[in-house]
């Protein structure tokens, strides 16, 4: 069935550093492709987002690319900041329902 | 708006308790989601629905548990008898038709059962 798979945390890097979290999927079709974030002791909310390949959702200074060819949607960052220390989520949207599928997160520590 | 709201934030209780956890969604949103976080299992869907219809329940993981939307409004989701493994932290979110995969999550209940 569909899934998705991102990289283990935690991932900790000093502030200013690049980020890569790496997400690959496994789907039928074509899925829309999300990350979602997780602020401590909060709720996930919608980062960003990417509905065909190629596309390219941004937001926050923060950058995904739909890859086909790779099946990935990797989720980049060029200078991070400590507010960033989250968990991220990757998520895919299953058919064309509400359902998305989740990957187990990645948690971000950003040191000062 | 105030987002999601869901009741009670925290919930202490004991193996073989009735667990009730509230949720109202954001006005006008249409599917309403409740999933459940743990550290082993990561993000769960447990239910969604959509129109205050139940659309996908397969991530219920057994009769102990069911869910209900008797208005668009406002969502329960029961566990009878509650277990020690129930104990996650679980979230309501709820998104509009147009964009259902735009989903506003509530803060969460932390459930633990001793």
């Known amino acids: 069935g569909d899934s998705v798979t991102q990289m283990e945390g935690p991932v900790t890097l000093s502030e200013e550093a690049f980020l890569t979290i790496n997400c690959t999927y496994t789907?039928?079709?074509?899925?829309?492709l999300f990350w979602y974030v997780q602020y401590p002791g909060e709720g996930l909310q919608l980062l960003l987002k990417?509905?065909?390949?190629?596309d390219k959702g941004s937001n926050k200074g923060f950058e995904a690319t739909y890859r086909k060819e790779t099946t990935s949607f990797h989720l980049e960052k060029g200078s991070v900041q400590v507010s960033d220390s989250a968990v991220y989520f990757c998520?895919?949207?299953?058919?064309?329902?509400?359902?998305?599928?989740f990957g187990q997160g990645t948690e971000l520590s950003v040191k000062p | 708006d105030a987002g999601v709201i869901q009741s009670p934030r925290h919930e202490v209780t004991e193996m073989g308790q009735e667990v009730t956890l509230r949720c109202k969604p954001i006005?006008?949103?249409?599917?309403l989601f409740w999933y459940r976080q743990t550290m082993m299992r990561g993000l769960e869907l447990l239910i969604y629905?959509?129109?205050?219809?139940?659309?996908?329940d397969s991530g219920m993981p057994e009769d102990r548990f069911s869910a209900k939307m008797p208005n668009a409004s406002f969502s329960t989701l029961k566990i009878q008898p509650s277990e020690p493994r129930d104990s996650a932290v679980y979230f309501c979110?709820?998104?509009?038709?147009?964009?259902?995969?735009?989903?506003?999550f509530g803060p969460g209940t932390r459930l633990l059962v001793l």
């Open positions: 979110a709820s998104s509009p038709n147009g964009t259902p995969e735009t989903q506003y």
């Open positions: 789907a039928t079709g074509y899925p829309s």
């Open positions: 990417a509905t065909k390949a190629d």
């Open positions: 998520a895919l949207r299953y058919n064309q329902g509400g359902k998305l599928i």
């Open positions: 006005s006008g949103h249409d599917y």
């Open positions: 629905f959509n129109n205050n219809v139940p659309i996908d």
